[in-house]
Nanobody, 126 residues
Framework: QVQLVESGGGLVQAGGSLRLSCAAS????????MAWFRQTPGKERDIVAA????????YYASSVKDRFTISRDNAKNTVNLQMSSLKPEDTAGYYC???????????????????WGQGTQVTVSS
């Protein structure tokens, strides 16, 4: 059974940086497309960024492009999200997700991911 555990969330001032990490266990990490989603109360869980199995391709939501960077280390079974120039609107629960399906595109929909972590809270103060 695949387990994903996020870490690195916290409180940061606007303009600051945070690095989220997700550690995977129980599966073959290198065969999963990985992603970060975020969710605020009462809203849908939306994709932030996704990264291909090899790490060579990445997708970013327009709201975070040029501020966030997703990366992965298949030797360590980890995926990271480096967040910079944080804004109050980045405040959300952040979730790590894994997709085991072999696709010719980077999935961006919630329903396309099978594995989920419990989430880590990021709060950006103004």
């Amino acid at each position: 059974q695949v387990q994903l555990v996020e870490s690195g969330g916290g409180l940061v001032q606007a303009g600051g940086s945070l690095r989220l990490s997700c550690a995977a266990s129980g599966g073959t990490f290198s065969t999963y497309t990985m992603a970060w989603f975020r969710q605020t109360p009462g809203k849908e869980r939306d994709i932030v960024a996704a990264i291909s199995r090899s790490g060579r391709r990445a997708y970013y939501a327009s709201s975070v492009k040029d501020r966030f960077t997703i990366s992965r280390d298949n030797a360590k079974n980890t995926v990271n999200l480096q967040m910079s120039s944080l804004k109050p609107e980045d405040t959300a629960g952040y979730y790590c997700a894994g997709d085991p399906a072999r696709r010719d595109y980077l999935p961006w929909k919630f329903a396309e991911y099978d594995y989920w972590g419990q989430g880590t809270q990021v709060t950006v103060s103004s």
